[in-house]
Nanobody, 120 residues
Framework: VQLRQSGGGSVQAGGSLRLSCAAS????????MGWYRQAPGKQRELVAT???????EYGNSVSGRFIISRDNSIHTVYLQMNNLKPEDTGVYYC???????????????WGQGTQVTVSS
């Protein structure tokens, strides 16, 4: 399975962006899809994940501002990012894994990353 990311870019604080991540094929073992991000000099952190059944998980810093969704028919996950803040700046990586814990430990399949820059 390969992941193709799109979206991202630069926006001013308070603005919105949308990320998409499409898997190249359906895979029974992919239960969890989602996003992690990494800012310069910081560790990778959870943004949001969603299971095939629709169970969502959000990082504390984005809860209430970001919305994750998934279209299983086209193996695609979306991240709607609202009320963006400068601290949201970083490289956003899509992940597809058999479970949340697999993604959390760095396992699964990862996308190439896309830059999100939020200016104040």
């Amino acid at each position: 399975v390969q992941l193709r990311q799109s979206g991202g870019g630069s926006v001013q604080a308070g603005g919105s962006l949308r990320l998409s991540c499409a898997a190249s094929e359906s895979n029974y073992n992919i239960n969890t899809m989602g996003w992690y991000r990494q800012a310069p000099g910081k560790q990778r952190e959870l943004v949001a994940t969603i299971t095939r059944g629709g169970a969502e998980e959000y990082g504390n810093s984005v809860s209430g501002r970001f919305i994750i969704s998934r279209d299983n028919s086209i193996h695609t996950v979306y991240l709607q990012m609202n009320n963006l803040k400068p601290e949201d700046t970083g490289v956003y990586y899509c992940v597809a894994a058999n479970a949340r814990i697999t993604a959390r430990e760095g396992g699964g399949t990862w996308g190439q990353g896309t830059q999100v820059t939020v200016s104040s």
